[in-house]
Every structure is written in structure tokens, then in C-alpha cells.
């Protein structure tokens, strides 16, 4: 275990946070971050979902078949690039999440 040093208005500011002590509140804190990063991604995968009609995986198998029009443009391959990228950290992120599950419930 390691030694942490606050300042004092950040602890004071741990009041607003629930958990019983400060490991418990600092938990709770990070496992927030992590669904808001999570939330924002998810975000993101939703637009490209929506603007070329499916998941990830499925645009990959299409792109390597080479079925995606204009695959070659700036515009959808910059869309590829960003897509899988943010699918990447939405599986990232979902490890974390249950790893901090999974802590919790020991």
C-alpha cells in the first residue's frame, strides 16, 4: 500500500463523495470516471453505428472485403481509424470496469 498526500480542500471536497473512508471514496471516484469515459465512447461508436448502418466488426469485415464506398477518402478512412480506436478503448475501459468489480466483491 502506498502513502497518498491531499490537499486539504480535496479532502474536504471527499465529503461530497460516498463511501465510508478515503479508499472507498477514491474507488467510487475512479469507477465514475470510467463509466463517463465509457458513456462518452460509447457516444462516439453510436455515431459512426449510425452513419454507416452497423457495428465495428462488421464494417471491418466489409472493409477488408473492400465493400465500403470510397474506403479510400480522407473522410472514411479517418472514420476507420477513429472507429476502431474508440472501439479498442470501449473494450479497455470495460476491463477496467470489471476488474474494480470484481475487487469490490473481495
Known amino acids: 500500500?502506498?502513502?497518498i498526500i491531499l490537499a486539504e480542500d480535496i479532502l474536504d471536497n471527499l465529503a461530497f463523495v460516498r463511501g465510508?473512508?478515503?479508499q472507498e471514496k477514491l474507488t467510487q471516484l475512479i469507477e465514475n470516471n470510467l463509466l463517463l469515459q465509457l458513456k462518452?465512447?460509447?457516444d462516439f461508436l453510436f455515431r459512426f453505428?449510425?452513419?454507416y448502418g452497423m457495428d465495428f466488426a462488421t464494417f471491418a469485415?466489409?472493409?477488408d472485403g473492400g465493400g465500403i464506398p470510397d474506403r479510400q477518402s480522407h473522410n472514411v478512412e479517418r472514420d476507420h481509424m477513429e472507429w476502431e480506436?474508440?472501439?479498442q478503448?470501449?473494450?479497455k475501459l470495460l476491463q477496467a470496469l470489471r476488474q474494480m468489480k470484481t475487487k469490490k466483491e473481495h
Open 49 to 51: 453505428e449510425s452513419k
Open 89 to 91: 478503448e470501449r473494450v
Open 61 to 63: 469485415e466489409v472493409w
Open 1 to 3: 500500500m502506498k502513502t
Open 40 to 42: 462518452e465512447c460509447e
Open 20 to 22: 465510508r473512508d478515503i
Open 85 to 87: 480506436g474508440f472501439a
